[in-house]
């Protein structure tokens, strides 16, 4: 239940109120995730989820409430995987970068921000400025160093001229989509799928319309992003 859920996931830290997206009505921490023919679905890119906060999630746990007869899989990636794939001269370079992430950068002209409506869409980017985190994030419990820009939410790389940084970007964002680093998980009615934030970006395959998909998400927030170089 929706009840259960979110007190679930309140268990491991404080849980995320979407500004935008759709929340079930008496549980306002549980972001309802309806996808059909006249909602098609805006997440269907490699992303990590609320980089546009000071403090992004830990974790997300996504439930599947109503499934399509076949499709709506669901791709993760490492990016611990994907920043040990890298050369040693470009982890280097990366390693003292810092990008921008912006909420409006993700959501401008997003179906989210029309459903949502100009005035509320507009209070949100006014409540959520851009932000920066390392291009390069040490994960606070195993100490392991991962990417952590994502297609979404990064709009650039503090210090590069734009032509740097978007071609910088661009590789990043096709580097990290790679088989290698990659899992695709098949859902079933009732299935519960926790991942860790600070480590994986996810990507939602659209593959099901004009069938319909309900998911359920509650978002548990972790701790401001950091880099510290290994001794």
Not at 118 to 129: D, I, L, N, Y
Not at 165 to 178: E, G, P
Request: hydrophobic share 35%.
């Amino acid at each position: 239940t929706p009840s259960a859920h979110r007190d679930f996931a309140a268990r491991f830290g404080e849980l995320h109120v979407h500004p935008l997206y759709g929340r079930d009505g008496a549980h306002p921490e549980i972001m309802v995730i309806d996808n059909h023919p006249g909602n098609p679905t805006d997440n269907d890119t490699w992303h990590t989820d609320v980089t546009f906060l000071e403090t992004p999630a830990l974790g997300c746990l996504l439930y599947a409430e109503q499934l399509p007869s076949q499709g709506g899989d669901t791709l993760w990636s490492s990016m611990t995987a994907a920043y040990r794939a890298l050369s040693r001269p470009m982890q280097d370079f990366l390693s003292g970068l810092q990008a921008v992430h912006s909420f409006a950068h993700a959501f401008s002209g997003s179906h989210a921000a029309d459903e949502a409506g100009r005035a509320r869409f507009e209070e949100a980017v006014r409540k959520h400025p851009p932000v920066l985190h390392p291009v390069i994030r040490t994960h606070p419990e195993t100490g392991e160093p991962a990417l952590f820009v994502n297609q979404g939410f990064t709009q650039r790389i503090k210090g590069l001229r734009h032509e740097e940084s978007r071609a910088v970007l661009d590789f990043l964002f096709r580097h990290v989509q790679k088989p290698e680093f990659t899992v695709r998980w098949r859902w079933s009615p009732g299935s519960l799928a926790f991942w860790d934030n600070r480590c994986t970006q996810h990507c939602a395959v659209d593959d099901y319309l004009p069938e319909r998909r309900v998911m359920r998400r509650a978002t548990v927030l972790g701790d401001r992003p950091y880099f510290r170089a290994a001794a």
